[in-house]
T-cell receptor, first 116, second 115 residues
Framework: AQKITQTQPGMFVQEKEAVTLDCTYDTSDQSYGLFWYKQPSSGEMIFLIYQGSYDEQNATEGRYSLNFQKARKSANLVISASQLGDSAMYFCAMTPEGTGGFKTIFGAGTRLFVKA | DSGVTQTPKHLITATGQRVTLRCSPRSGDLSVYWYQQSLDQGLQFLIQYYNGEERAKGNILERFSAQQFPDLHSELNLSSLELGDSALYFC??????????????FGPGTRLTVL
């Protein structure tokens, strides 16, 4: 069965420092997509970054980058130069390719606290 | 702003009642997904519609139903509400090209409180 594991329920980071949020996944599919979402206290789910399983380069979007290690089945989110507004819940998700989004699975999330 | 709209933002109702949650997908997106997020269950997939047709069902209770209209907006109907139905309900939309995994863009959610 497919599974997403986020082992860090909560993390603290000092403002302006970088932080890595861990995500490991388990799948027998060869082709899939990996996503990260941010959920601030206001509740909305904000798409941050996407990595395809066949992409050779790690995805980057502004201060977000995805450290993709396919052999280890990990897709860690790196946030550089943390800001107070980065305090939120972060979810890792995976969608098998070609099956439609209904097979997307989400991790339990990591709550990030950014300290001033 | 994801481009997905949901109304209402908050809903407070009593047990046994029925409510309707509304969602408008991003322009051009054909798929709409409904999710329930509760504290103890995480994000649970309920149902997906694609271009007006039901495509997939997840952990949706029989008391819940949904539909997608010709203009692609969708409604989630929750009936005979119970205290345990209190949760944040999300609608998400995607292009659903059937090729590369599509990004699902989420609406702001409807927070349902059943008293």
């Amino acid at each position: 069965a497919q599974k997403i594991t986020q082992t860090q329920p909560g993390m603290f980071v000092q403002e302006k420092e970088a932080v890595t949020l861990d995500c490991t996944y388990d799948t027998s599919d060869q082709s899939y997509g990996l996503f990260w979402y941010k959920q601030p206290s206001s509740g909305e789910m904000i798409f941050l970054i996407y990595q395809g399983s066949y992409d050779e380069q790690n995805a980057t979007e502004g201060r977000y980058s995805l450290n993709f290690q396919k052999a280890r089945k990990s897709a860690n989110l790196v946030i550089s130069a943390s800001q107070l507004g980065d305090s939120a819940m972060y979810f890792c998700a995976m969608t098998p390719e070609g099956t439609g989004g209904f097979k997307t699975i989400f991790g339990a999330g990591t709550r990030l606290f950014v300290k001033a | 702003d994801s481009g997905v709209t949901q109304t209402p933002k908050h809903l407070i109702t009593a047990t046994g009642q029925r409510v309707t949650l509304r969602c408008s997908p991003r322009s051009g997106d054909l798929s709409v997904y409904w999710y329930q997020q509760s504290l103890d269950q995480g994000l649970q997939f309920l149902i997906q519609y694609y271009n007006g047709e039901e495509r997939a069902k997840g952990n949706i209770l029989e008391r819940f139903s949904a539909q997608q209209f010709p203009d692609l907006h969708s409604e989630l109907n929750l009936s005979s509400l119970e205290l345990g139905d209190s949760a944040l309900y999300f609608c998400a939309s995607s292009v659903d090209s059937g090729r590369a995994p599509d990004t699902q863009y989420f609406g702001p959610g409807t927070r349902l409180t059943v008293l």
